[in-house]
């Protein structure tokens, strides 16, 4: 270890000065290395690791097959490589990729890290049902050109097979104006990337696509970068797959070390659960510029896996640790007791974004001289991101087995959809959605009123807490820019952390963490109007409305928790509605 302070037995460079944090991180690595946790659980697929319930072992020995992944995969290599020059020699000119949380984290941070190589096919990633950016993504490319991938683990999220149903459509659409009849048919330009069986038999049309790549099923979707869900789309993009999977497989063999001195994996996830169960459950990430991709990628990976009850609670109380990802940095005084910094850097880069902050490296040295842990990864090529994936998978594998809690399971995902589900029969019916109890949203044409709710929700956030912010929106850099500024002045003000999820994106990623986690959540819900609006073809409501239905879902969800939300309606401009935002927030805080 290469550490300034704290433990000396651990394979991970680690600045930390906090007596009591040691003491219990040098214990658990004398049990973790006793108990013999990394040969069980890496080398034997033992599941007692995690619980000596037969029920809970049987559940979790079903889960573990992404350990497999990079060496099962290794053989298909060479189908891939084809695969993908055969879309590249029939002349298509793009790939979409239509999936949600794990079916699309991957897959973006693949075409975000490399882009694609020349003669590669590009990929673009779908994973908003806002209808701006389902028109953003999709409308501007020839169908009869564009590769669609359907990604779905179960074969019924609805959002997949709502991009699904639409690009099905416009391709159906496009032959018809061409005049092409069968032989051809929409399926031709169309694979899938489901499970086995049940899963890719409830995918519309799933027999008439061109390819359907079928997943082992005991691969949980954020444990799936290195199955068919990265590694088509990696394959399109030009990737080389035999090295990314080279370094999986080497961080594996590392990982199979008892010893947590020689042990990356679990190094980092003693270290991850000792600091979230001793108050430092706030892992924030500085990334990198050209590796940025992989904070929302690891965000899901940690909320959806360590956000929950353990396994012999009492009282049903979650724990989990809470990803801060994109947050700008700031001055020490900014912060509570409650932060872990992971600095992860690319040989070579310049450093990270300027969103991010100047003189990175410098104030995190502050930070750990004011007594906060940072953690620090250095990653020595791009292609070395498989072994990232590796690292940081079975780090909250093994970060689990110290909160006591099932790491594979994601109890409160049903609840949001539950919700929403209900909100979409209204529309079924015609009697629209119903309102939500005690949350109705804030507009942002009245500011003094926006500034009043502001200011009283704000007495809710509890010292531990967090602040999340929600936003039901397009994506856009600008967006992204004036969600910073505020997360930031939240931030700065009230000395919590703040994450900032786009939906319903985060429903299958931190959506998880919301529920079952520890309740100190705050909740900022940010909401629009549509303009312009997209059908979904066999649905009797658009994009628009199952949009604002998850959003309604997810807000009654939290109150269902007794999680304060507070819902605030961008309306017809977001942009303008982001900046009254700010400003009544400023004014709410005090700001001058």
């Not at 040295?365 to 998978?393: D, Q, Y």
């Not at 059908?535 to 409305?545: H, S, V």
Request: a negative charge; proline letters at 6%.
């Amino acid at each position: 270890m290469t550490e300034t302070k704290g433990s000396g037995s651990l394979a991970l460079d680690l600045t930390l000065d906090d007596a009591a944090l040691d003491a219990a991180l040098t214990a658990a690595c004398a049990t973790a290395r006793s108990e013999n946790w990394a040969d069980r659980a890496i080398g034997r697929r033992d599941p007692s690791v995690w619980s000596a319930e037969e029920i809970v072992q049987r559940a979790i020995s079903t889960r573990l097959g992404w350990l497999e992944a990079p060496f099962h995969f290794s053989d298909e290599t060479g189908e891939l490589v084809a695969f993908a020059g055969a879309i590249r020699d029939e002349g298509f000119t793009t790939a979409v990729l239509g999936g949600m949380g794990g079916s699309s984290l991957a897959p973006a941070l693949l075409a975000q890290v490399f882009g694609s190589a020349p003669g590669a096919t590009p990929v673009r990633v779908l994973d908003s049902t806002d209808p701006v950016a389902v028109a953003a993504t999709l409308d501007d490319l020839d169908p009869t050109r564009t590769l669609f991938i359907v990604s779905t683990k179960s074969g019924t999220t609805a959002e997949s097979l709502s991009f699904q149903a639409y690009q099905w459509e416009r391709i159906a659409a496009a032959l018809d104006a061409a005049g092409v009849g069968r032989p051809t048919q929409p399926g031709d330009f169309m694979v899938a990337i489901s499970d086995p069986q049940k899963s890719v038999e409830s995918i519309p049309h799933h027999d008439h696509l061109r390819e359907v790549f079928l997943n082992p099923p005991d691969v949980g979707g954020r444990y799936s970068a290195l199955t068919y869900v990265g590694l088509v789309p990696g394959a399109l993009l030009g990737l080389d797959l035999d090295e990314l999977l080279l370094h999986a497989r080497e961080m594996v063999v590392a990982c199979g070390q008892s010893d947590p001195a020689a042990n990356p994996g679990l190094a980092l996830g003693l270290a991850m659960g000792v600091f979230a169960r001793g108050g430092r459950d706030k892992l924030t990430f500085v990334i990198d510029r050209e590796l940025a991709a992989f904070g929302p990628w690891v965000e899901q990976l940690i909320a959806e896996s360590t956000g929950k009850a353990p396994i012999h609670s009492v009282d049903g109380r979650g724990v989990g640790v809470v990803p801060v990802d994109g947050e700008p940095l700031g001055a020490a005084s900014a912060y509570g007791n409650d932060r872990v910094f992971v600095r992860i850097t690319l040989a070579g880069s310049a450093g990270p974004d300027p969103s991010i902050g100047s003189n990175v490296d410098a104030r995190l040295g502050e930070l750990a001289a004011a007594g906060h842990p940072v953690i620090r990864i250095n990653v020595g090529s791009k292609i070395e991101i498989g072994a990232e994936f590796v690292r940081w998978e079975i780090a909250t594998a093994l970060s689990g087995a110290v909160l006591k809690i099932d790491p594979f399971d994601q109890p409160n995902v049903e609840e949001a959809k539950t919700n929403t589900r209900a909100v979409i029969a209204s529309f079924e019916t015609g009697d629209g959605p119903a309102a939500v109890p005690g949350d109705a949203a804030v507009s942002v044409a009245d500011e003094t009123a926006l500034e009043a709710a502001l200011r009283s929700a704000l007495t809710h956030l509890l010292p531990n807490g967090y602040a999340s912010i929600q936003a039901y929106v397009a994506q856009t850099p600008d967006r992204d820019a004036a969600l910073a500024r505020i997360r930031t002045l939240l931030r700065d003000e009230t000395h919590r952390a703040t994450t900032v999820g786009y939906g319903p994106r985060f429903l299958h990623s931190t959506g998880q963490l919301h529920k079952g986690g520890a309740p100190i959540g705050w909740f900022l819900q940010l909401v629009a109007e549509h303009h312009e609006d997209l059908e979904i073809p066999g649905k009797p409501y658009t994009f628009g409305q199952l949009i604002d239905a998850q959003a309604i879902g997810d807000a009654r969800t939290l109150g269902d928790h007794k999680l304060p939300v507070l819902r605030i309606n961008l309306g017809g401009d977001p942009d303008a509605g982001l900046a009254a935002l700010g400003r009544a927030l400023a004014a709410a805080l005090k700001v001058a």
